[in-house]
């Protein structure tokens, strides 16, 4: 079953992602790596979801913005790849960040739900390496921030 398939049979979509002319770039590839910036839970341009987690952000609310996250690098992956996720060979690396409210120490809870979906779509090529940090203030005020590094064949 093809990758496609797997987010098709999930109940999920990859969103269509246009490059824009930035400071950085939405992916970078160097060989056979491609790194795909840090995505937000943003749905068709807006936060799905704001503010810190758990104060305003549930950890449930917040570990379906990680599952968010995941699509939205898998929409750049997509465009990397010319359309053909089943180029990827291996998942490296996941690098999760989480707003966290005062006292709230639990970001891998959150950044769990992002490698739990790429462990589903990849199956044994999706194991990867990860972090999973919390911090003070992500972008458009999201809960969540999502980065991943990919091994691609040409």
Known sequence: MSIYDRIKEAGLSLPVHTPVRAAF???????????????LPVRDGKAQWTGSVPEVVS???????????????????HLATDGHLERISNVLKVGG??????????AP????????LINQLFGERGEHARIAIG??????NAPVEVEATFVVED
């Open 135 to 140: 911090v003070a203030s992500l972008p458009m």
């Open 59 to 77: 950890v449930e609310d917040a570990r379906s913005a990680a599952r968010l996250c995941v699509l939205n690098v898998l929409g750049w992956a």
């Open 109 to 116: 809870t959150i950044i769990n739900a992002a490698s739990e």
């Open 97 to 106: 960040y989480v707003v966290t409210s005062a006292g709230f120490a639990d």
């Open 25 to 39: 770039k939405p992916f970078n590839r160097h060989g056979n790596l491609l790194v795909i910036s840090g995505q």
